[in-house]
């Protein structure tokens, strides 16, 4: 199995802060990459595929990047609404998700 | 609008088997995509369980696959999960989902039922 490790695994940061979220894989995944966020007792919402590929609606603030095995995910200016989990996934193989980020209100 | 909703007992014995149907409204499962099953333990991370083509194709986590059986019903336009000889670590929130590829992203999730194996 492909293990998607995401780093921090929380953090705190403040409105209008940029926020960025590290996700490394334990090999090659070309960019089959997706983030999600998920907020407590929701399902998650796919935010970005494709490593870099906006889902429709999401608001642009949110952006992806990289290829291979490093890839990021940056919030440019956090609004309150954004506190909440981030995964990535990988689907290089079959599917496996990091271990998540909790951002959190400083 | 595409929507999911998961349904099925939110209490299974140990060893026996955990059977949950997801129904899809707003599209038809025979247009395509792939239906799939992602579960998430209490207080963890997610695991995908598996996937299923409207032809029937299915794909399984490798880690599962000898306990899962994914299954569709096109006239009824849902798909279900049966997982086998459930133990106390199969306690999890269950999702189901839709994705454009057998293991791709997935851009419609369920709102998630919690399934508890306990005696």
């Known amino acids: 199995a492909i293990r998607m490790t995401q780093s921090p695994s929380s953090l705190s940061a403040s409105t209008g802060d940029r926020v960025t979220i590290t996700c490394r894989a334990s090999?090659?995944?070309?960019?089959?990459l997706a983030w999600y966020q998920q907020k407590p007792g929701k399902a998650p919402k796919l935010l970005i595929y494709?490593?870099?590929t906006l889902q429709s609606g999401v608001p642009s603030r949110f952006s992806g990047s990289g290829s291979g095995t490093d890839f990021t995910l940056t919030i440019s200016c956090l609004q309150s609404e954004d506190f909440a989990t981030y995964y990535c996934q990988q689907y290089y193989s079959y599917p496996t998700f990091g271990g998540g980020t909790k951002v959190e209100i400083k | 609008q595409v929507q999911l909703q998961e349904s099925g007992p939110g209490l299974v014995k140990p060893s026996e088997t955990l059977s949950l149907t997801c129904a899809v409204s707003g599209y038809s499962i025979s247009s395509g995509y792939y239906w799939g099953w992602i579960r998430q333990p209490p207080g963890k991370g997610l695991e995908w369980i598996g996937s299923i083509y409207h032809s029937g194709s299915t794909y399984y986590n490798p880690s599962l696959k000898s306990r899962v059986t994914i299954s569709v019903d096109t006239s009824k336009n849902q798909f279900s999960l049966k997982l086998s000889s459930v133990t106390a670590a199969d306690t999890a929130v269950y999702y189901c989902?839709?994705?454009?590829?057998?293991?791709?992203?997935?851009?419609?999730w369920g709102q998630g039922t919690l399934v508890t194996v306990s005696s």
């Open positions: 090999q090659g995944i070309s960019s089959y």
């Open positions: 989902a839709r994705g454009p590829d057998s293991s791709g992203s997935l851009d419609y």
């Open positions: 494709a490593a870099s």
